[in-house]
Antibody, heavy 119, light 109 residues
Framework: QLQLHESGPGLVKPSDTLSLTCTVSGGSMSRSFYYWGWIRQPPGKGLEWIGSTSSSGSAYYKPSLVNRVTISVDTSSNQFSLRLTSVTATDTAVYYC???????????WGQGTLVIVSS | QSVLTQPPSVSAAPGQKVTISCSGSSSNIGNNYVSWYQQFPGTAPKLLIYDNDKRPSGIPDRFSGSKSGTSGTLDITGLQAGDEADYYCGTWDSSLSAVFGGGTKLTVL
């Protein structure tokens, strides 16, 4: 059974960079069909897709975040990462990593990790 | 404001049927598959329906999906107390990004 687990700081200062890693177990990330992505959910609000990338590096990002976000994959360690620069309080959310069946939908999700942006 | 429009809340009694709608446009639902997710408080979303009407292994057939034009629909029959959760629709968009609905809170009366 495929499992995903997010890790990273739970508190980030405004204007700093948010960095999270997702570790995949129970399966290999190297199959090119799947995409690996990040979805976030501000407290009490709905889901927001951030972006996703294939193991070969073909990436798609939410248009409003494209200038601040990078998703990278390391198939050798079965991990992928999220980097979001210049964060503000509006980036406070639970961040989920997910495997996507092709471009969409996400079919396996991590448990989520809360990231608070505050000084 | 979400790209896909869902009713904020729906409710029905145990054993009844409830329908949740998801309205989009030709840029998203009209030309792509719709998927549905169930989320309980404090937990990650779970894929319920994909490709408009397909259920992943382990999802009861009480849950069904359909699509017509630029709208998708999730039906839940034989409602149970354990179905009380938030439900989200999602799809791919012509802007080369994924979009979700704002979510619908299901209350079992």
């Amino acid at each position: 059974q495929l499992q995903l687990h997010e890790s990273g700081p739970g508190l980030v200062k405004p204007s700093d960079t948010l960095s999270l890693t997702c570790t995949v177990s129970g399966g290999s990330m190297s199959r090119s069909f799947y995409y690996w992505g990040w979805i976030r959910q501000p407290p009490g609000k709905g889901l927001e897709w951030i972006g996703s990338t294939s193991s070969s590096g073909s990436a798609y990002y939410k248009p409003s975040l494209v200038n601040r976000v990078t998703i990278s994959v390391d198939t050798s360690s079965n991990q992928f990462s999220l980097r979001l620069t210049s964060v503000t309080a509006t980036d406070t959310a639970v961040y989920y990593c997910a495997r996507l069946d092709g471009l969409f939908p996400p079919d396996y999700w991590g448990q989520g990790t809360l990231v608070i942006v505050s000084s | 404001q979400s790209v896909l429009t869902q009713p904020p809340s729906v409710s029905a009694a145990p054993g009844q049927k409830v329908t949740i709608s998801c309205s989009g446009s030709s840029s998203n639902i009209g030309n792509n598959y719709v998927s549905w997710y169930q989320q309980f408080p404090g937990t990650a979303p779970k894929l319920l329906i994909y490709d408009n009407d397909k259920r992943p292994s382990g999802i009861p057939d009480r849950f069904s999906g359909s699509k017509s034009g630029t709208s998708g629909t999730l039906d839940i029959t034989g409602l149970q107390a354990g179905d009380e959760a938030d439900y989200y629709c999602g799809t791919w968009d012509s802007s080369l990004s994924a979009v979700f609905g704002g979510g619908t809170k299901l209350t079992v009366l």
